[in-house]
């Protein structure tokens, strides 16, 4: 075992992030929304095997997937929320299992917004930065040790984030730190409620795809340092919005280039740590990043979704028992597939997609 652990000295470096979040390593469990939820945003047990089982996995942190913040939008009708009293106490037990493991869960808050950034009015903008705020209290109330903000992949923040999407001549738009005013005020009201008590991670859009007309990490500097001013703890790079994610999921080198060149970026102008999972599907890929600075911490998605034991089966030497991820993407097509009531897997024996489905991917 100390054999292979020598391998990967920056990997297995422990990391503070925040005032209260000391990880064991720079390993994450990338964001997963499984859609294990009821048609109201409530867990059923699956939600807690699974995510008990990847915490068991050899990350030294993670985040659970998009919980929406506002009662009146959900990915899929299994995905979650977090909008009430009750949305919080049912998560309650999944953070009592993370501080049982030392293991620093986040909850991700997402806002998937009603119309587009350039027609929303000033009162629909006060009302979902609030949608912010009750999700965020309600995560340090039932003992979350970490949240993220979302603001990536086309939703809310990052449509606003976008000089293609938010063409609004306002406060909120016309330049790079006006398109940010909403990431930074969703920031600094969420931090003004939690404190130093919750880890605050942002995932920030670095590239939505859309070439010379969309948002670009050369965009971001002044964001960054605001993003740092603002009480952000860390930050996980992300790219694509639904009309351009192929392209990052299907093209591993251009993806981990981007990603790899926008870690090397913000670093100039934050302090920061940063990180991001880009269909990296090994820790010597993953040890040798972080040892050329490009990133502080590395994530895993689709390698965990196809293995809980990916991280540890690893560092103990024994790639040949890891079931490699595919890297097909089948399992982001189930989130908007109507004979999938869930998220499967082609290799994880634990949630193997149905044949009449896999048949169907297949062909077409
Ligand atoms: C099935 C599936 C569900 C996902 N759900 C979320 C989510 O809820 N929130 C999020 O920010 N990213 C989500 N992602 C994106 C991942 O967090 C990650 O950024 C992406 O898979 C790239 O990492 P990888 O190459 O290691 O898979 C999802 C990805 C997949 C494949
Ligand atoms: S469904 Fe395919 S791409 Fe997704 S995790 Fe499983 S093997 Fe990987």
């Given amino acids: 075992m100390t054999l292979y652990h020598s391998k990967y000295p920056h990997l297995l470096k422990p990391l503070q992030l925040g005032k ?15 859609d294990l939820c009821d048609h109201e945003g409530r867990p059923m047990q699956e939600f807690f095997e699974v995510y008990e ?10 985040f659970l997937g998009n919980a929406s913040v506002d009662a009146s939008s959900q990915y899929t009708d299994r995905s979650q929320k977090l909008v009430s009293q009750q949305h919080a106490l049912d998560l309650k037990p999944i953070f009592t299992a993370a501080k049982q493991r030392n293991f620093l869960l986040s909850a991700q808050l997402q806002h998937y917004g009603s119309g587009d950034a350039t027609s929303l009015s000033e009162a629909q903008i006060e009302s979902y930065i ?44 016309g330049n790079a730190m006006n398109r940010a005013r909403l990431l930074l005020e969703v920031l600094k009201r969420v931090k003004a409620v939690v404190q130093d008590e919750v880890v605050i991670f942002v995932r920030l859009q670095v590239d939505d795809g859309f070439g010379p007309e969309g948002l670009k990490v050369d965009q971001l500097d002044e964001v960054a340092v605001a993003i740092e001013h603002a009480g952000a703890d860390a930050i996980t790079l992300a790219n694509g919005v639904a009309q351009t994610f192929a392209k990052f999921l299907d093209d591993a080198n251009y993806t981990l280039a981007s ?12 302090n920061l740590p940063i990180g991001f999972s880009a269909n990296i599907g090994s820790l010597e890929v993953a040890e040798e990043i972080i040892a050329s600075g490009d990133a502080d911490f590395i994530g895993f998605g689709r390698p965990i979704i196809a293995d809980h034991q990916f991280v540890n089966k690893a560092l103990a030497g024994q790639v040949h028992e890891i079931n490699h991820c595919q890297w097909d993407s089948y399992c982001l097509r189930d989130k908007k597939e109507p004979l999938a009531d869930r998220v499967f897997c082609c290799v994880n024996p634990s949630y193997l997609r149905p044949q009449h489905i896999q048949n169907k991917y297949k062909e077409n």
């Fill in 130 to 173: 609030e949608h912010f705020v009750q999700a965020a209290t309600l995560a340090l109330e039932i003992g979350a040790p970490a949240l993220q903000i979302h603001a990536a992949n086309g939703y809310l923040l990052s449509s606003f984030l976008s000089p293609k999407l938010n063409q609004r001549t306002d406060r909120w738009g």
């Fill in 259 to 270: 990603c790899r060149h926008a870690g090397r970026y913000l670093k100039q102008f934050t």
């Fill in 53 to 62: 089982s990847i915490m068991d996995g050899g990350c030294g942190f993670g």
């Fill in 20 to 34: 209260q979040g000391k990880v064991a390593n720079r390993m994450y469990f990338s964001s997963v929304g499984f």
